[in-house]
T-cell receptor, first 113, second 111 residues
């Protein structure tokens, strides 16, 4: 049973470009979460999605960030007009139901030049 | 909101030594997870432990939910145990369902 998959593993963008991060949850999991880890810090919740629905986006910056989890395909975290402060590791997690153990992907390390 | 604190912030051990890492949380939580972030940055699930004690090889964990703390025990430490250990409390209520992470314990095991 494959784990949570994320791609790309490393992404380099110049200021002002767009970053798209992809996450495929574990088989049978319909709940997806995105977390961000800034350098030398712990992980911070960003957004919680189920298929075609954003359930809780209380941790998302108000501008430039968006997330989706379409009926078909992976969940996407999109960052428009990236700035240097967006450089971080972005982790995706999934769970089979709410209030259950979350399993994490390997992360995408975004570097903004 | 829920606060999660971990201690100690960092720890240096000689190979073979034992250690105890602590996680305190400020409010009732639905669940608690322990993770190991290895030097390559990957997060590895160690325990999913709302209460009681679990063991997995040289590692074990105990959560006392009524007193709002959890402990992670590492016995006979090895250099491969090095990395950052995070605890995370699951906050589930209404439409939210998220892990609140502590700031971690950085462990270095020396040969």
């Amino acid at each position: 049973n494959a784990g949570v998959m994320q791609n790309p593993r490393h992404l380099v963008r110049r200021r002002g470009q767009e970053a798209r991060l992809r996450c495929s949850p574990m088989k049978g999991h319909s709940h997806v979460y995105w977390y961000r880890q800034l350098p030398e810090e712990g992980l911070k919740f960003m957004v919680y999605l189920q298929k075609e629905n954003i359930i809780d986006e209380s941790g998302m910056p108000k501008e430039r960030f968006s997330a989706e989890f379409p009926k078909e395909g992976p969940s996407i975290l999109r960052i428009q007009q990236v700035v240097r402060g967006d450089s971080a590791a972005y982790f995706c997690a999934s769970s089979p139901v709410q209030a259950h153990e979350q399993f994490f992907g390997p992360g995408t390390r975004l570097t903004v030049l | 909101g829920i606060q999660v604190e971990q201690s100690p912030p960092d720890l240096i051990l000689q190979e073979g030594a034992n250690s105890t890492l602590r996680c305190n949380f400020s409010d009732s939580v639905n669940n608690l997870q322990w993770f190991h972030q290895n030097p390559w940055g990957q997060l590895i699930n160690l325990f999913y432990i709302p209460s009681g004690t679990k063991q997995n090889g040289r590692l074990s964990a105990t959560t006392v939910a009524t007193e709002r703390y959890s402990l992670l025990y590492i016995s006979s430490s090895q250099t491969t145990d090095s990395g950052v250990y995070f605890c995370a409390a699951l906050y589930y209520g209404g439409a939210t369902n998220k892990l609140i992470f502590g700031t971690g314990t950085l462990l270095a095991v020396q040969p």
